[in-house]
């Protein structure tokens, strides 16, 4: 009788691509560190866990650098199989860029909204706080590199959880608690689908990870191939409401107005880029085989999405409490819409590559203007706290800087000159539906565009008339400037070489 030789410990243990897993592994350190060294400070020093913050996104930010031009995969199946649950190509560089970056401007913001909490005696808890930003970038920063179902859900809900406990932060405030429970709720439920459908796409193909999917998929047998469908349908439900498309939108102008504006400035970015990576995952990568389903349904959504968010923007009342808040949440669904075009359209073309580099383009652009504009809103915010669209008349008058930026971060949005890069990006998009046939799609589009024009040149308009009474005198802090600042040289260079976002998004998606 032969004895079989058992196998030796050492190929049973996976080796780590630490330079890989850097980007998230970083910022999830971080956080570790800032809720350990919040508890050894006093009131006073708690402002240095901003700044320990700060410095490990950028340190976060910069091990994307050697990634640069070099694909590379680890926590991979051992065997004939080839397939890896962590990959860091061209595809997870643009997003955990987006979203470390991201997550630094909302870093910024947020100091100078602890400040002002501390003042007015309405103090948020800064370790904390802290804490859950840095652990939900992880969560974000880790979702694009994801290429099995499992990793990709479990990095959805790190991304999400903390967003939860940051929304409802402000203690004894009946808004803030509204918002967050609305947020937990419709998010759990989505959640709950994503699982069953991941549960069902499991069933039928015996596999999470999602290049295997998509092979299994294309050899389920006939008896099966109404659960696989069903299976399909319900992964998008989860990562459809994460991205704030219609019907599933619901949540987020209370969420945004209910929460802290740095933290609405980060769900309206950091939030989309989480659910848009997801869908792109789930829909190129893993159910591509399927097109003829989620095809349809996103396009039908991305016309949804982009008409009654804009409609319920336009319908935005200027002297309304929060009115500003809530105009820029309407539009960020009506924004979302414009993201899901290109998504829809890789199902009918040839190069869904291309389709996706679209995507990808429109999300640097949003993400830079949107945030710029968020952290205007931060400045005038300190003095007029109910932040009414009406609160910007003759901002000019009193800080012409601050104005003139904001009136190009809108002008970006709307897709006007001299926010040429806004213009581009919708170019893009548009191109993007045309080319898949999707005509339209295309017309919606335009349609909506028009609309968008009507409420973003009303609030560019207030900027510049004349103040009622003596101008007003908005406080600055130098976090807050460096926002500011920092998101307006972003917008006006890409304006100014439009092509540099084409060529950073290109080449090697999905390689």
Request: hydrophobic share 55%; with cysteine; net charge neutral.
């Amino acid at each position: 009788m032969t004895a079989v030789a058992a196998p030796s410990v050492a190929s049973l243990v996976q080796s780590v691509d630490w330079v890989a897993i850097a980007p998230p592994t970083i910022a999830a350190v971080v956080a570790l560190v800032v809720l350990v060294a919040d508890l050894f400070l006093d009131e006073r020093r708690k402002p240095v866990l901003g700044w320990i913050s700060v410095a490990g996104l950028a340190a976060a930010g910069l091990t994307l650098l050697p990634l640069i031009g070099d694909e590379r995969s680890t926590f991979c199946l051992t065997g004939a199989r080839e397939a890896c649950s962590y990959t860091a190509d061209r595809f997870t560089l643009v997003v955990q860029f987006l979203v470390l970056a991201g997550a630094l401007v909302t870093a910024l913001l947020s100091m100078s909204t602890l400040k002002d909490a501390k003042n007015e005696d309405k103090p948020l808890p800064d370790g904390e706080y802290w804490f859950l930003l840095l652990s939900s970038a992880a969560g974000a920063a880790l979702l694009p590199a994801s290429r099995d179902l499992a990793t990709l859900v479990v990095a959805l809900e790190v991304a999400s959880l903390p967003a939860f406990a940051l929304v409802g932060l402000k203690r004894d405030d009946k808004r803030s608690s509204d918002a967050a429970l609305k947020f937990f709720l419709s998010s759990v439920t989505a959640t709950a689908v994503t699982l069953l459908g991941v549960s069902f796409v499991y069933a039928t193909t015996g596999t999470l990870h999602l290049t295997e999917v998509a092979t299994e998929l294309t050899r389920v047998d006939n008896q099966f191939h109404t659960l696989a469908q069903a299976g399909v349908a319900l992964t998008l439900v989860g990562f459809a409401f994460k991205t704030a498309a219609v019907p599933f939108h619901f949540w987020v102008p209370d969420t945004y107005v209910g929460a802290p504006l740095p933290i609405a400035a980060y769900l309206s970015v950091i939030g989309k880029a989480v659910g848009f990576t997801g869908l792109i995952l789930v829909t190129v990568v893993a159910f591509p085989s399927y097109a003829d389903v989620w095809g349809p349904a996103l396009a039908a959504l991305a016309a949804l999405t982009m008409t009654i968010g804009n409609v319920a923007a336009l319908r935005q009342q200027a002297t309304r409490a929060y009115s500003a808040v809530r105009l820029l949440a309407w539009s960020s669904v009506g924004q979302a819409g414009y993201l899901l075009v290109p998504i829809a359209a890789a199902a009918y073309s040839d190069d869904p590559q291309k389709s996706i580099g679209s995507t990808l383009a429109y999300a640097l652009m949003y993400a830079a203007v949107n945030l710029g504009a968020f952290a205007v809103a931060a400045l005038v915010a300190r003095t007029k706290p109910l932040n009414r669209v009406s609160d910007y008349r003759g901002l000019y008058a009193s800080r012409p800087l601050a104005a003139l930026v904001l009136g190009f971060f809108l002008l970006c949005l709307a897709g006007l000159p001299p926010g040429v890069i806004g213009l581009f990006a919708k170019v893009t998009v548009f191109s993007a539906a045309v080319d898949a046939g999707l005509g339209w799609l295309a017309v919606v589009m335009a349609v909506n565009v028009v609309i968008a024009l009507y409420y973003y040149l009303q609030w560019t308009a207030a900027l510049f008339r004349a103040p009622e009474g003596e101008p007003t005198a908005y406080r600055a802090s130098m976090p807050l400037t460096a926002a500011i600042a920092v998101t307006a040289v972003v917008g006006v260079a890409l304006s100014g070489a439009p092509q540099l976002i084409l060529h950073f998004v290109d080449s090697g998606l999905f390689s």
